[in-house]
């Protein structure tokens, strides 16, 4: 919020709580310093993907409504820092129009993209629910078990942590199975050609020779994840 927007805000709140309404101009300029430099990060308003959205001024209304206790910038910082963390958890990241080799550019496209909606200038796209996200325990157990025997043989947890720094493209993919997240080896790589179980990798030139190799990437291409999030999404669909 901009200090205009705090200034509307602050005489909300002393039209419902005029008790404690400051007595004095240089006492009111001063709460309003304070508001507008600690709540400069809160959105006056903010959009919610199910209709739940954020209004600073009624957290300000529930807080006076409900507490005996003077109203403070966290009164209103705290509830939307919960608002911000319950929208991106449904967020799901749309592809961004830049090259994904990129990680630098891709990374503040995304960025972007988040603190449009942190501030209330966009909507957060709907996150589809993976497989262990809802359900009974037991459900999701199995589900994690099924993933982790597509894998391949299994061994015991403390011996598969033991060879994790061995063998890192394994031991995320157990992770993500055992998180119940979409797995982007679990498709192929439209953008490299990678083949499904098989890492992304990126070309690379030698400048002297001309000569190029493939070399492994660290992390899957995004548009691959993107990939194995709507089959994931289909498949759960389809049950």
């Given amino acids: 919020m901009d200090r205009r927007e705090i200034a509307a805000l602050l005489a909300y709140t002393d039209r419902l709580d005029p008790s404690r309404a400051p007595t004095t101009k240089e006492a009111a300029a001063e709460r309003l310093t304070q508001w507008a430099d600690l ?7 903010a959009p919610h993907p ?3 959205h954020w ?11 409900s507490s005996p206790y003077p109203i403070k910038p966290s009164d209103v910082g705290g509830p939307w820092q919960a608002f911000r963390r319950d929208i991106l958890s449904r967020h ?4 961004p129009d830049v090259d994904p080799n990129d990680e630098a550019a891709y990374r503040a496209a995304l960025a972007g993209q988040r603190r449009a909606i942190e501030t209330g200038r966009a909507i957060a796209t709907p996150r ?3 497989p262990g996200e809802t359900g009974t325990r037991d459900q999701r157990e199995q589900a994690s078990a099924a993933r982790l025997a597509s894998l391949g043989s299994y061994v015991p947890r403390t011996v598969a942590g033991a060879l994790a720094p061995y ?3 394994r031991a995320e993919r157990e992770r993500l199975a055992v998180a119940g997240q979409p797995d982007a080896l679990d498709v192929p790589c439209t953008w490299c050609k990678a083949e499904t179980g098989e890492p992304c990798r990126d070309m690379r030139l030698n400048p002297t020779t001309q000569a190029t190799n493939m070399r492994r990437r660290a992390r899957p291409h995004p548009s691959r994840l993107d990939a194995a999030t709507a089959q994931r999404h289909a498949q759960e669909t389809a049950v």
């Fill in 55 to 65: 209004d600073a001024s009624q957290a300000v209304r529930h807080h006076i409504a």
């Fill in 128 to 130: 589809a629910l993976m």
């Fill in 39 to 45: 709540l400069a990060e809160v959105a006056a308003t």
């Fill in 167 to 169: 063998r890192p493209v």
């Fill in 50 to 52: 199910e209709g739940r």
């Fill in 92 to 95: 799901q990241d749309p592809v």
